[in-house]
């Protein structure tokens, strides 16, 4: 029977798997950093009308620029960090990885190259293998860190059209210093990207580079609703950066890419952003009593800004995620070798997770 490999496939694609974590019906599911917490009812019935009220235009095209989600996305930006931001400064699209994906169509492309530092987010690459552009790494500090004068080095090495920087880094958790993201700025012929898709679940202090965004044109800071907002299954992300950021991901997205049940349901979900994020206290606090959980047992584990942890270090990794996976705890084998990715989940489900961990430890 033909398959993949008799089709006139991309050479460059022959071979390779689709990203995927998987995605298995399990007591605790903790391998993609989703929030485990589910809608309530009351916003369940208010999405279905907005739904309702989105159907009635179905024979119509969406708002292809999202203008009312774009006002709404920056009044909540500007509640949740301080900046004051106007609609034109924002963009939506299915998800931060859409977001990402323009990003690299309008900035990236052959010939031109894009800087990561690892280890980082595994979609990085993928962008690039799409988008024809060259990816280059430069690595983290043994803290996980991006250390300021390595990235002005790998920078000035490079000349990168984009810079991709996510802060908290996935799969470490670990945020960025401002100074570094001026120092990357400075330094930058092209685009800077800080992929902030768990900046809700920061530490007090740490900041957001949405606090320089003023000033810095070739700055974009991309978010997403996946995470803090409980929101995954939505598929809604967006960036916030100067307004010709904007224009410029205009010329490459998909005729109206954000359909106008995304542009309701995303609507529906801002309006109720506190609701939604009324567990993120509470996942940052388990979050916090995790990490001292797992250090005291003797494991390393990273700093963590973000709604996971990374903890090691195991000889044989897969044997520590298959043992879990036995005890119905799903979590994910990323990171450097050795390591191992948790996401924070309901008390009951860290619960799970620690004793299962025990067992597999013992
Ligand atoms: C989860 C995640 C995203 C968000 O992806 P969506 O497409 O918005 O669901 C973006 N960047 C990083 C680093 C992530 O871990």
Not at 141 to 164: G, N, S
Not at 240 to 248: G, Y
Not at 272 to 294: K, N, T
Request: charged content about 20%; overall charge negative.
């Amino acid at each position: 029977m033909p398959g993949l490999d008799d089709l006139p496939l991309r050479d460059d694609l022959r071979g390779q798997t689709p990203y995927g974590a998987p995605q298995l019906d399990v007591r605790a599911r903790l391998n993609v950093n989703e929030n485990p917490y589910a809608p309530s009812e009351a916003l369940v019935a208010d999405i279905a009308a907005a739904v309702a009220e989105a159907s009635r235009g179905l024979n119509r095209y969406p708002d292809r620029e999202a203008v009312a989600l774009r006002a709404d996305l920056a009044a909540y930006l500007g509640r949740e960090s301080g900046a004051a931001l106007t609609g034109d400064q924002l963009w939506a699209a299915n998800g931060s990885n859409e977001i990402m994906h323009q990003l690299m169509l309008a900035f990236g492309g052959p010939g031109r190259t894009a800087l990561g530092f690892t280890p980082t987010y595994s979609m990085y690459p993928e962008y690039c293998r799409d988008t024809f552009t060259r990816y280059v790494t430069a690595p983290r500090d043994e803290h996980f860190r991006v250390d300021a004068q390595t990235a002005v080095e790998a920078i000035e090495l490079h000349l990168p059209d984009i810079v991709l920087l996510a802060s908290p880094n996935n799969p470490t958790g670990t945020p960025l210093d401002l100074d570094v993201v001026r120092a990357v700025l400075d330094t930058a012929p092209g685009m800077v990207v800080i992929d902030e898709a768990y900046a809700e679940f920061r530490r007090s202090g740490t900041p957001s580079a949405l606090e320089i965004l003023d000033g810095h044109p070739r700055l974009v800071v991309s978010r997403t609703m996946s995470k803090a907002f409980g929101m995954a299954g939505a598929r809604l992300g967006y960036l916030a950066a100067d307004p010709a950021v904007v224009q410029a991901v205009q010329l490459v997205r998909l005729p109206y890419h954000l359909s106008a049940v995304t542009q309701a349901v995303a609507r529906t979900a801002l309006a109720h952003a506190d609701e939604l994020q009324a567990q993120v206290a509470l996942l940052r606090s388990e979050r916090d009593a995790l990490v001292v959980w797992l250090r005291a047992r003797g494991h390393d584990v990273a700093d963590s800004d973000a709604n996971f942890v990374l903890f090691g270090r195991f000889p044989d990794r897969h044997a520590v995620w298959r043992g879990l996976l036995d005890r119905g705890v799903l979590i994910r084998e990323t990171g450097p070798d050795g390591w191992l990715r948790v996401s924070v989940g309901t008390p009951e489900e860290n619960a799970a997770f620690r004793a299962a961990l025990e067992e597999v430890t013992a």
